[in-house]
């Protein structure tokens, strides 16, 4: 029997990093520097050189950086905050930590990231920010964005959990807004071995008010400034991040290669591809294909020892946990319509091209049976 394809193989990744990421660990155990210290700080340093910032915050997750993004910008009850509902619920569940309220706007029918066209239309007196959402490692048209954010001085947060080192007209994710926001979920493009986050901005204040957060509001042993948090990213995530940090561009120049063999085979199919991307604008975390007939697929190429997953089958307002009186089935079209049709397919850096060959002969014998 042919070997299954997974959709994803972490083990991969690991099986060539190995010498590295125990060389790396080694003094971190010697030290004992396991919350904070100096793996951390110089995690940090590289990091904001890395999206061309002046600051990183290292904290324990990409929610906790959502969150106190949202914080460190003043976002707090009566405020509303500006989002796509085609997204993961984090960054809405760090909108309500806060005691704000989500506002959503429609996806674009091509890119499934939030539509700078309908913004305007939903700010209030009470908006005080807007996080666009890097959807499956694609840049949101921040320029378009900006041009309506900035005259109604909205904060601008970067959702870029799924778009590390993505870029646009020479910006990286995490440099455009006022602030960035990521995740080091392990499977990220930039995946830690556990769970961490950070924040970047180019505001000194900001950047230490959340330094202030993460850290019980405290620069000093038991005296609390803020009224703070537990966020602290550890140094054993921090080291591992740094060796990782240094192969980042070649990855996502090899998901990019492998998205390219996609689109080159699926081309002339009944199924929609990612809209065609600046280089270096998608970095590809996610390869999603669109079509009507998503489940039937989806089992397709499961029983063919393919794997696949679907982002996000259901749109965070119509969630049992978000959903409220303010928005019904039927509010958002695109993104409802674009949640029921997703696919993504194998895609993964260390995934060697004839994978790619396979799963796309799978695709096509599908759509030639009918």
Request: hydrophobic share 40%; charged share 20%; with cysteine.
């Amino acid at each position: 029997m042919t070997d299954a394809i997974p959709f994803f193989d972490i083990h991969a990744q690991y099986k060539q990093l190995a010498s590295e990421i125990h060389a790396a660990l080694q003094p971190i155990f010697d030290n004992s520097q396991y919350s904070g210290g100096s793996e951390v700080e110089r995690f940090e340093t590289e990091y904001a050189k890395y999206c061309g910032v002046d600051h990183a915050v290292g904290v324990n997750s990409g929610t906790s950086a959502l969150h106190l993004a949202l914080l460190a910008a003043g976002v707090g009850p009566g405020d509303e905050v500006i989002t796509t509902p085609m997204t993961f619920v984090a960054t809405v569940a760090a909108i309500e930590y806060c005691g704000a309220t989500p506002v959503y706007v429609d996806c674009e029918p091509a890119t499934w990231n939030i539509d700078p066209s309908k913004i305007a239309a939903v700010i209030t007196p009470r908006t005080k920010a807007i996080i666009p959402v890097h959807l499956h490692g694609r840049l949101v048209d921040m320029k378009s964005l900006i041009d309506v954010a900035r005259p109604a001085n909205l904060v601008v947060i970067e959702d870029a959990a799924q778009a590390h080192g993505a870029q646009r007209d020479g910006r990286a994710a995490g440099a455009w807004g006022t602030i960035g926001c990521f995740s080091f979920y392990p499977s990220k493009n930039l995946g830690a071995y556990g769970e961490a986050g950070a924040l970047t901005t180019g505001d000194s204040e900001l950047a230490q008010r959340a330094r202030l957060l993460r850290s019980w509001g405290s620069e000093k042993r038991y005296e609390h400034k803020l009224k703070g948090f537990n966020y602290r990213m550890d140094g054993l995530q921090a080291a591992v991040l740094r060796v990782k940090l240094r192969h980042l561009a070649s990855w996502n120049a090899a998901r990019q290669n492998l998205a390219d063999r996609y689109a080159a085979q699926l081309t002339g199919l009944n199924l929609d591809l990612p809209a065609p991307a600046e280089v270096g604008s998608h970095v590809y975390h996610v390869f999603a294909i669109r079509t009507p007939k998503r489940d039937a697929l989806a089992a397709w190429l499961n029983e063919k020892g393919i794997g696949t997953s679907i982002h996000y089958p259901v749109p965070v307002h119509l969630q049992p946990a978000y959903r409220t009186s303010r928005y019904q089935e039927g509010a958002f079209p695109v993104c409802e319509r674009v949640s029921q049709e997703l696919l993504s397919l194998p895609l993964f850096p260390e995934m060697d091209p004839s994978m790619v060959d396979r799963v796309c002969d799978a695709i096509k014998s599908f759509f030639a049976r009918g």
